[in-house]
């Protein structure tokens, strides 16, 4: 009788420790999960045709091809579509963690970046999730507004990365499934130089705008919406004249080929506009206008524009706007349309 009680505890000690070993070493919770670790690319422009990353001047642009990839985020906002129609959020650290899954091979998980200032989501309970920015007003592009008619202008839109999973396996409970997620940029930045060859001593501030970029991005493909916009942006004066680091969507209509996609014409059919406003040091603006079409050509996804020979005129007639770099508009000012050859 003592010997059949010893082999009851026996059993029953047997029992709990395996039980606390599956906990331990097995279950990590009672549910099927994937481990999610995040990898980063950090590009600023995608290359079709200018190959800027193998031929970088650091001496002529004053810093290196590096120094252009955007920054790490502060978290990412996860969001998890269910079989029956169910949507949840998470936020995950830039490490990655665990998530919980429900067993099924219908589930999907979109990635991004929600620390941002500017951009807009919509529609993330739908296929067709996608990313716009803020509108911003400027009564003085009229010379941009009359060749993109119709259309919003905006500020330019934050760095955003997103990462979507279609469909991951039947995992079962207590297993963990890895989840590698590779996070890639959904907004570029094109370096816009405006170069002056005399007068450019006058500039105190400038401002400039580039009419023709798309007005949203798709979050699950990376394509970019039909709808294009004129983004607003405000510039820094150099030693050679103007210069400005403007993020952008890209070109409108593009399905880029980073994202598995066919993109072979890259030949635009749209009209892309290229302004600046300049104030000098008296108070007075001067504005300039360019068609930078040419340039868009293989450069859809970031790139450099660039335009030269800028004159600011001794004694030229320029209107008195009373500049004051706090308020929303200058005023009054000279428009010169393509007053010199753009590159």
Same mark, same amino acid.
């Given at each position: 009788m +003592?010997q059949?009680? /010893? ?7 047997a029992?709990?420790l395996?039980?606390?070993? =599956?906990?331990k070493?097995? =279950?990590y ?8 670790s995040? @990898?980063?690319?950090?590009?600023? &422009?995608? #290359? ?6 193998s031929?970088?001047d ?6 290196s /091809? ?30 990655g963690?665990?998530?919980a899954?429900?067993?099924?091979s219908?589930?999907s998980?979109l990635?991004y ?9 919509? %529609?993330l309970?739908?296929?067709y999730?996608s990313?716009?920015?803020?509108s ?8 941009i507004k &009359? ?8 500020n330019?839109?934050?760095?955003l990365?997103a990462?979507?999973?279609?469909k991951?396996p039947?995992?079962?409970?207590h &297993?963990?499934y ?7 940029p959904l907004?570029?930045t ?5 170069e ?8 105190t501030?400038?401002?400039g705008?580039i009419?023709?970029?798309?007005e ?6 990376g394509?970019t919406?039909?709808? @294009?916009?004129?983004?607003?942006y405000d510039c820094?004066?150099t030693? /050679?004249?103007c210069?400005?680091?403007v ?7 593009f399905?880029?080929?980073?994202y598995?996609?066919?993109? %072979? ?10 302004n600046l ?6 108070? +007075? ?13 293989k450069?859809?996804r ?10 600011i005129?001794?004694g030229q ?14 005023? #009054?000012r000279? &428009?010169?349309d ?6």
């Amino acid at each position: 009788m +003592k010997q059949y009680g /010893y082999s009851i505890i026996t059993a029953v000690v047997a029992t709990v420790l395996l039980l606390t070993s =599956c906990q331990k070493d097995l =279950c990590y919770n009672h549910y099927a999960a994937a481990d999610v670790s995040f @990898s980063w690319e950090k590009e600023w &422009e995608r #290359n079709y045709g200018m190959s800027y990353a193998s031929n970088w001047d650091a001496a002529y642009y004053g810093y290196s /091809y590096d120094d252009l990839r955007p920054a790490m985020p502060e978290w990412v906002a996860l969001v998890k579509y269910s079989a029956d129609g169910e949507l949840s959020e998470k936020v995950l650290s830039l490490q990655g963690g665990e998530l919980a899954l429900d067993g099924s091979s219908d589930q999907s998980f979109l990635f991004y970046n929600g620390d941002t200032e500017y951009i807009v989501f919509s %529609d993330l309970e739908k296929p067709y999730a996608s990313a716009t920015t803020t509108s911003r007003t400027r009564a003085s592009i009229s010379y941009i507004k &009359e060749r993109h008619p119709d259309v919003r202008s905006m500020n330019p839109p934050d760095v955003l990365y997103a990462s979507f999973i279609d469909k991951v396996p039947n995992v079962r409970i207590h &297993e963990l499934y890895p989840m590698p997620v590779k996070m890639q940029p959904l907004v570029y930045t094109y370096l816009v130089r405006y170069e002056f060859e005399h007068g450019k001593e006058q500039i105190t501030y400038a401002r400039g705008a580039i009419g023709g970029l798309a007005e949203a991005v798709y979050l699950r493909d990376g394509k970019t919406s039909d709808k @294009s916009a004129i983004i607003l942006y405000d510039c820094t004066v150099t030693p /050679y004249g103007c210069e400005a680091q403007v993020r952008s969507f890209g070109v409108p209509g593009f399905p880029d080929e980073y994202y598995g996609r066919s993109a %072979d014409n890259l030949t635009p059919e749209r009209l892309y506009t290229l302004n600046l406003e300049v104030a000098l040091e008296d108070g +007075k603006t001067l504005e300039f206008n360019f068609d930078i079409t040419d340039q868009m050509a293989k450069q859809p996804r970031g790139g450099v524009i660039k335009v030269t020979g800028l004159r600011i005129e001794d004694g030229q007639d320029i209107s008195n706007s009373g500049f004051d770099v706090d308020v929303k508009d200058w005023g #009054n000012r000279v &428009e010169i349309d393509l007053p010199v050859s753009s590159e």
